[in-house]
């Protein structure tokens, strides 16, 4: 009957604006070279040839993760799948229509997405480096390099000698999007000209759960972003809290995320047109949302390590913006104030006048 209602009031709302067209491709701002052999040095190489080390390999996976989460089959064979904190999700092939996952680990958090043996480890602690200022987002492409040769990696697994390489653009996604948090409340991205509805809020948020991964991130910074949610943390960093924001699709359709309609440590929102698919598209569940540069890490210059931190503010009782609330483990009740929410999308360069 919940299920029922919250369609109907969304049908009420929604607008004639469509969601899940592309954004447009944007610059190439660092290629990742992760080469496939334990010891070896994993590396970020900026377009003009200078190279940052982002750790080492420590692990090789043994086999891959079949099925994946259940959002993993959104996404593009041989690109990331998701981005976070303690872990990078790389979707190989779809199969039965169920994605097949490979994963990226820290070495010092495992995360339940990736599977036995099936992750490449590195010795960089979870959320920075590879897991916060050069994580790739979801959506980037990977190959697979041998010598001469360069191949796409969904045409066969990586050998051990091989290089994974990621090709990390910056896609021309909004500079912020703004969530009314109410029953048919407006999401609204704000970018280059008039700001856009993109979606609405079907299902509003009022909690914050223990979502894992949340420990290794700062409040008010994103945890993670794949085809099926947008994490943010609202615990101060060594400590679990946070709440997500979902699309229609993930709610209705995967059997993990059935709970999600009775909860409230989840928003859900629906497309705009109250008709196309939300999830795996541009610019809220691919291409744009990164964990981001941790305290202390450094890009290339200044305006890229702060333009290209992650940061979510809140507004409580329709006030004035501020940082979010402090919140941990699971309250039904620890956001029932807010009533907006404002995410910002990285950027390394200041936007143009």
Known sequence: MMKKFLFALAALFFGACATGEAWCAGRLVYTIELPFEKGAAVTAVLPGGEARELGRVVELPERTRWPGYSASAWGRPGTVAASAVNAAHILMSIEEEQGRTMSVLPAETIAPAAGPGAAIVLDCRAGTSFFGAWAPPAGTRITVKNGASEYPLEDRFPSEGDTLVFKVYEEDVPYMADFENRPGGRVIAWGRGAP??????????????????????????????????????????????????????????????????????????????????????????????????????????????????????????????????????????????????????????????
């Open 196 to 353: 856009r509805v993109i979606a609405r809020v079907i299902r509003p948020l009022g909690g914050v759960g223990r979502f894992e991964g949340t420990m290794f991130q700062w409040r008010g910074r994103l945890r993670a972003n794949h085809a099926g949610v947008i994490d943010i943390s609202t615990s101060d960093y060594g400590t679990v809290g946070g709440f997500q924001i979902i699309p229609w699709d993930h709610a209705l359709k995967s059997k993990e995320m059935q709970g999600a309609w009775g909860a409230t440590q989840w928003m859900i929102i629906a497309p705009a047109d109250g008709k196309s698919m939300l999830g795996g598209t541009a610019p809220l569940f691919g291409g744009g949302l990164v964990p981001g540069p941790s305290r202390g890490e450094r890009l290339w210059d200044m305006w890229s390590t702060y333009g290209r931190k992650s940061l979510a503010l809140a507004r409580i009782d329709g006030g004035e913006w501020t940082m979010f609330p402090g919140a941990s483990g699971k309250s039904d009740d620890a956001l029932k104030r807010v009533t907006h929410i404002r995410i910002y999308f990285p950027q390394s360069e200041e936007p143009p006048k």
